[in-house]
């Protein structure tokens, strides 16, 4: 199957600070999600961003579908944006609908 | 639109015991993939349903079986638990037309094994 990696595996940030998250994976793609895991489990949809950039208030993302890397940027980082960070990849060589992901970035923004 | 939902949120059971954990997917979805999240190992796909089939399985044994409704409500059964089946439990939902579309993500079922 597709390999996925993410980094950094853990990130530490000041309230207002900014961030770039990392993921490389190793085959082509369909598909690249970005999600943010609560405090409770839940994984958000953050990009659904097999290429290009797209931007949602202080959230950005960038996929280089042809290098096979993606980029999520957090600017003026809140306390709220603590969590788990994933990407999640389709394996464009198979039309199986299973989501490949990276072991994540574990972000803490302290006050 | 409500979001997909997954009940019990929190179960405890020990070993040897079998679970039956539910999704219900956002209204219209036809899809429902489920995938185990543990420290050691990360998010792993379990199976994915569509129509009511198995059309994706994923690398586990044969204690773990899903099966899917003509409503999409999916549900998924562990038998004879182990300890290492101690996870959160995810279900996913899409709309299913394309298989390699976005997913949505249930807030998960947590199961401990003693």
């Known amino acids: 199957g597709i390999q996925v990696e993410q980094s950094p595996p853990d990130l530490i940030l000041q309230e207002g600070a900014n961030s770039t998250l990392r993921c490389n994976f190793s085959?082509?793609?369909?598909?690249l999600q970005w999600f943010h895991q609560n405090p409770w489990g839940q994984l958000i949809n953050l990009f659904y961003?097999?290429?290009g950039t797209k931007q949602n208030g202080r959230l950005s993302a960038t996929t280089v579908a042809t290098e096979r890397y993606s980029l999520l940027y957090i600017s003026s980082s809140q306390t709220t944006d603590s969590g788990v960070y994933f990407c999640?990849?389709?394996?464009?060589?198979?039309?199986?609908?299973?989501?490949?992901f990276g072991r994540g970035t574990q972000l803490t923004v302290w006050p | 639109k409500a979001g997909v939902t997954q009940t019990p949120r929190y179960l405890i059971k020990t070993r040897g015991q079998q679970v039956t954990l539910s999704c219900s997917p956002i209204?219209?979805?036809?899809?429902v993939s489920w995938y185990q999240q543990t420290p050691g190992q990360g998010l792993q796909f379990l199976f994915e349903?569509?129509?009511?089939?198995?059309?994706n399985k994923g690398n586990f044994p044969g204690r773990f079986s899903g099966r899917q409704f003509s409503n999409s409500r999916s549900e998924m059964n562990v038998s004879t638990l182990e300890l290492g089946d101690s996870a959160l439990y995810l279900c996913?939902?899409?709309?299913?037309?394309?298989?390699?579309?976005?997913?949505?993500f249930g807030p998960g079922t947590r199961l401990l094994v003693l």
């Open positions: 996913a939902s899409s709309p299913g037309q394309n298989r390699q579309e976005t997913q949505y």
């Open positions: 085959d082509s793609v369909n598909n």
């Open positions: 961003i097999p290429s």
């Open positions: 999640a990849v389709h394996d464009r060589g198979s039309t199986l609908g299973r989501l490949y």
């Open positions: 209204s219209g979805h036809r899809s």
């Open positions: 349903y569509f129509s009511e089939t198995q059309r």
